[in-house]
């Protein structure tokens, strides 16, 4: 996944939620697998940058 259209209506909505109660999103890191926050704001830039949404139960 390199952009927003590229997610789920859930992933989405996880997103969206974070922005709105502006807090972190946790993404996984490619260079090392780690799950990492990221603010909402930047999530884009991590998506093309290889980063992955956290599933729900990995934050």
Known sequence: ????DEMTA???A?????IEGQRP????RPSDG????VAADR???RLAAGYRLAE???Q
């Open 1 to 4: 996944m390199t952009s927003p």
């Open 10 to 12: 859930g992933e989405r």
């Open 14 to 18: 996880r997103v969206l939620a974070a």
């Open 25 to 28: 999103v946790r993404m996984i």
């Open 34 to 37: 780690r799950n990492v926050p």
């Open 43 to 45: 999530v884009q830039e």
């Open 56 to 58: 729900e139960d990995e």
